[in-house]
């Protein structure tokens, strides 16, 4: 085939021939490595561009998962804080107040928990007493071991007089009422409850409010 005929059949191939025969074969290496060094360039910069989307995308996910779980683990905290298992391997949790659950260590042992059935009446306290007694009441499925109720005393006015939480150790089993009593808060014996016998010293009578806040319940 002649030069003639090559140019003809493929003019590229003609010119790049005759470059190659003007320029040096060293020129055209440089040209081709050139070539390949940019090609190579391109590729590293978008292989590293779809790793950052990808190292982007799993931290978005680790992210998602971890506010998930916060937001489980808050809505948890609500009716769930913590159990406890006691020296008789039974376990205890603890319930809100305010949120009707479900316990029991297997299907076929699970009751519907309603803390309002969880009552206080009887309340005592006389002018001379260091103590204030009163009746847990326990109408729900479940055994009571304690509570943790906010109690508020009001003179007869209704004008609050003190606030306090006290943890009432009581060991009620389900169905059954007991007495159980928990020091004063009126150090200087200057009140009485106003149901209570009226003394004959001069003391001030009062009203209380129970508010329960948790039960520690087990079955």
Same mark, same amino acid.
């Given at each position: 085939?002649?030069?003639?005929?090559?140019?003809?059949?493929? /003019?590229?191939?003609? $010119? &790049?021939?005759?470059?190659?025969?003007?320029? #040096?074969?060293?020129?055209?290496?440089? @040209?081709? #490595?050139?070539?390949?060094?940019? %090609?190579?360039?391109?590729?590293?910069?978008?292989?590293?561009?779809?790793?950052?989307?990808?190292? #982007?995308?799993?931290?978005?996910?680790?992210?998602?998962?971890?506010?998930?779980?916060?937001?489980?683990?808050?809505? $948890?905290?609500?009716? !769930?804080?913590?159990?406890? !298992?006691?020296?008789?391997?039974?376990?205890?949790?603890?319930?809100?107040?305010?949120?009707?659950?479900?316990? #029991?260590?297997?299907?076929?042992? !699970?009751?519907? +928990?309603? /803390?309002?059935?969880?009552? +206080?009446?009887?309340?005592?306290?006389?002018?001379?007493?260091?103590?204030?007694?009163?009746?847990? %009441? $326990?109408?729900?499925?479940?055994?009571?071991?304690?509570?943790? !109720?906010?109690?508020?005393?009001?003179?007869?006015?209704?004008?609050?007089?003190?606030?306090?939480?006290?943890?009432? *150790?009581?060991?009620? /089993?389900?169905?059954?009422?007991? %007495?159980?009593?928990?020091?004063?808060?009126?150090?200087?014996?200057?009140?009485?409850? @106003?149901?209570? $016998?009226? /003394?004959?010293?001069?003391?001030?009578?009062?009203? *209380?409010? +129970?508010?329960? &806040?948790?039960?520690?319940?087990?079955?």
């Amino acid at each position: 085939m002649t030069a003639t005929d090559l140019r003809v059949l493929n /003019p590229v191939i003609f $010119n &790049l021939v005759s470059l190659m025969k003007k320029k #040096g074969i060293a020129y055209h290496l440089i @040209y081709a #490595g050139w070539r390949v060094l940019g %090609i190579f360039a391109v590729a590293m910069a978008l292989i590293l561009i779809f790793t950052q989307k990808a190292d #982007g995308k799993k931290i978005r996910q680790r992210l998602k998962v971890a506010t998930e779980k916060s937001a489980s683990t808050k809505s $948890n905290r609500k009716t !769930i804080k913590t159990d406890s !298992i006691d020296d008789r391997g039974k376990k205890w949790q603890k319930l809100s107040a305010d949120s009707i659950v479900f316990i #029991g260590k297997d299907v076929d042992s !699970i009751i519907r +928990f309603i /803390p309002s059935s969880i009552k +206080f009446a009887g309340y005592d306290k006389q002018a001379t007493s260091r103590r204030e007694t009163f009746h847990v %009441i $326990n109408e729900s499925a479940a055994d009571l071991k304690k509570a943790l !109720i906010e109690i508020i005393y009001k003179d007869m006015k209704g004008r609050m007089l003190h606030k306090r939480k006290v943890n009432v *150790v009581c060991d009620v /089993p389900s169905g059954e009422t007991r %007495i159980t009593d928990i020091p004063t808060w009126d150090t200087q014996f200057s009140f009485y409850y @106003y149901l209570s $016998n009226k /003394p004959r010293r001069i003391a001030s009578p009062y009203m *209380v409010e +129970f508010h329960p &806040l948790y039960f520690f319940v087990g079955k």
